[in-house]
């Protein structure tokens, strides 16, 4: 999971957030009247989170998958947090993304998964600027909490894989075949280590805003350059 470093937010959420919503109820109901902004709120975000999903960085449409704007703190939890810019990511599949056959309600992955699960104890945001030393992406596809964490971090991190479902064999599967093609050509190029490194840059460095392809914190962590 990569940091979102948030930088402005839009009008309409500004104007929406100046009397903020009491309850879970109220939340709801104002949110299905934001709808007609959430297309540019979307857009906004994405951009900042450079095309990847703010929970898994996958690319979604490289995968045939829809999005969904995700309130962090679910806002039936916390309803004052509902027009909160900091508390919006852009995550992977849209509420008809669940009706695939690899993806039904025990396979799907990110805010669909998490769902109005949330403990502000537990649950560990992409918003935070540490949040990449907290997970250790595998070769095989999975990942796991870093090894160096203190005990209290371990479990906020297997928390958070856990309420993510982060190690869904949708997302295993991609990892691993992502880092296996990169590997492949970083292997090709062993001979020039000049090129091995321009190779891990391009996958790792946005392009025009952009990263171009998915996973890229398990793409550093197993390049080995």
Not at 36 to 59: D, P, R
Not at 73 to 102: C, G, M
Not at 144 to 167: C, F, G
Not at 198 to 221: D, H, K, M, R
Request: charged fraction near 20%; proline fraction near 4%; aromatic fraction near 12%.
């Amino acid at each position: 999971m990569r940091f979102i470093n948030r930088v402005v937010t839009t009008i309409h959420l500004e104007n929406y957030n100046t009397t903020k919503p009491t309850d879970g109820a109220e939340a709801k109901s104002r949110w299905k009247r934001f709808s007609s902004f959430k297309g540019h709120l979307s857009s906004q975000i994405l951009n900042e989170q450079h095309g990847l999903c703010g929970y898994t960085e996958l690319i979604p449409s490289d995968y045939g998958l829809g999005t969904h704007l995700e309130h962090i703190k679910p806002k039936s939890k916390y309803p004052l947090e509902t027009f909160s810019y900091k508390n919006l990511i852009v995550s992977s599949l849209s509420h008809t993304d669940s009706q695939r056959a690899d993806l039904n309600k025990n396979k799907n992955f990110g805010g669909q998964y998490k769902n109005n699960e949330y403990d502000e104890n537990s649950f560990l945001s992409c918003t935070r600027s540490d949040i990449a030393n907290f997970f250790t992406y595998l070769n095989d596809g999975y990942i796991q909490p870093n090894r160096n964490l203190s005990d209290l971090e371990t479990k906020q991190a297997l928390y958070t894989i856990d309420t993510l479902n982060l190690n869904a064999i949708f997302l295993v599967n991609r990892r691993r075949q992502v880092i296996q093609n990169i590997n492949d050509e970083i292997y090709d190029s062993l001979n020039q280590p000049a090129l091995a490194k321009e190779i891990i840059n391009y996958y790792t460095t946005p392009q025009n805003g952009l990263f171009p392809a998915s996973f890229v914190t398990a793409i550093q962590q197993n390049s080995g350059i």
